[in-house]
């Protein structure tokens, strides 16, 4: 077996382990809010998600072919690679850029900050495309990645603040146990919706990736994709490692979504998911490849915003802002760094070494979080200001 197949199949494995943290990274998303209701319980919540985010990756494939021709441009319009660019290069490309979004994943899932995994993504490969002088998509990048960053939280926020008002002006004279009851059972609807959503857009950023790489090697062609769709196989282990990710549940962003930002009632967190669901949906089948992380917070502050009298902790928001302002370049920073690594060392042996480092920062992260845990027992705690709850980190420090 040749080493271009080796660093293929690396690629491939890479991407599927990016998948799998995009499922925990974002189940908050979809359940924190019918969590931190009682509508669902936790593990009930995360499995519901788990099983629609795999049924999701199988109805739409318009952000894979996104992602395929409009983040670097590898292929020629005859099929064949840009002037410069070898197989193995883009492939390494493709590599380090994955490495880079994995590893800004897993530390913002340590801090319990919902950044956004799609643009960890898109940094990693803009960054590792930097590094390895590919073409990079700048036209594409700006109308498919950077103007829906910045309009879709603020277009969520105003539309779950408007549902929230318009929900307890119609619901003012019932009982709030009653209305309370009666939007729980909405949330299991909603919150079902968002992880459907969530499959048919985040799950097909896999794809794209894993379908950039095939097109490196030769073989598939963006032409190829666009007239037959994807194959099969990549749509079907997509789905299972996203719905995998998703059932282990991200429980320190749950924790920080459904109680950091907002004190949430049922009626508010039917708004945050109805409003989600609608933006989501509505990008993906525009082949937008919008952060389900950005419209999932802004339809929550915007639900806090939308009842009278609400608390929202507005120096968690900025905390979670800062985190989206910084995952594009950090995240490029580290896959370009991967990429010198993996280029210095050379062919196979530097793709391998890149991988250790993976495996091992991704391991001390795991075990760093195992020592302040955060899980279905202690996810609805009160807020007390931290991620974790201090009888949990007391208990830890003992």
């Known amino acids: 077996m040749s080493a ?34 009682g509508a669902l319980k936790p593990k009930t919540a995360v499995t519901i998600s788990a099983i629609l985010n795999l049924v999701g990756a199988f109805l739409s494939v318009e952000v894979a072919a996104t992602i395929t021709k409009d983040v670097l441009k590898i292929q020629t319009e005859s099929g064949a690679l840009v002037d410069g660019l070898t197989a193995q290069t883009a492939m390494t490309i493709i590599f380090a850029g994955l490495v880079g979004g994995i590893l800004w994943n897993l530390l913002t899932w340590l801090l319990g900050l919902p ?39 603020v277009i969520a926020c105003v539309v779950a603040a408007a549902g929230t ?22 949330q ?23 379908a950039l790489a095939l097109i490196a090697h030769g073989s598939l062609t963006v032409d190829g994709i666009l007239e037959d769709g994807l194959p099969v196989w990549i749509i079907v282990v997509c789905g299972v490692a996203i719905a995998l990710g998703t059932y282990l549940g991200g429980w320190r962003i749950i924790r920080t979504l459904g109680k950091g930002l907002v004190e949430i009632e049922s009626p508010q967190g039917m708004a945050a998911e109805a409003s989600s669901a609608a933006i989501i949906l509505t990008s993906s089948s525009m082949g937008m490849a919008l952060s389900t992380t950005h419209v999932a917070t802004g339809s929550i502050l915007g639900s806090g915003v939308g009842k009278p009298g609400a608390e929202v902790r507005w120096n968690v928001a900025l905390r979670m802002v800062t985190a989206w302002l910084t995952t594009l370049p950090a995240a490029g920073v580290v896959g370009a760094v991967c990429y010198f690594i993996a280029n210095g060392v050379g062919g196979l042996a530097g793709a391998l070494t890149v991988f250790a480092i993976l495996v091992g920062l991704s391991l001390y992260m795991y075990l760093r979080s195992r020592k302040q845990r ?15 709850p201090q009888a949990e980190a007391a208990a830890s420090a003992v």
């Open 4 to 37: 271009e197949i080796l660093i293929l199949i690396l690629v491939i494995v890479t991407a599927l382990a990016f998948d799998f943290t995009n499922g925990f990274h974002d189940t908050g998303n979809a359940m924190a809010t019918s969590i931190a209701t």
């Open 115 to 153: 950044s956004s995994s799609s643009h960890a993504l898109f940094g990693g490969l803009i960054g590792a495309g930097i590094a390895g002088a590919a073409t990079i998509n700048w036209s594409g990048i700006a109308t498919k990645i950077v103007v829906p960053a910045l309009f879709a939280p």
């Open 165 to 186: 008002a318009l929900v307890y002006a119609l619901t003012k004279r019932a009982s709030q146990r009653r209305r309370d009851n009666g939007f729980r059972w909405g």
């Open 188 to 210: 299991i609807g909603t919150a079902s919706l968002v992880s459907l959503a969530h499959g048919t857009g985040d799950a097909q950023k896999t794809m794209g990736v894993i």
């Open 374 to 388: 955060v899980d279905p027992s202690n996810v609805n705690a009160e807020w007390d200001g931290s991620v974790v």
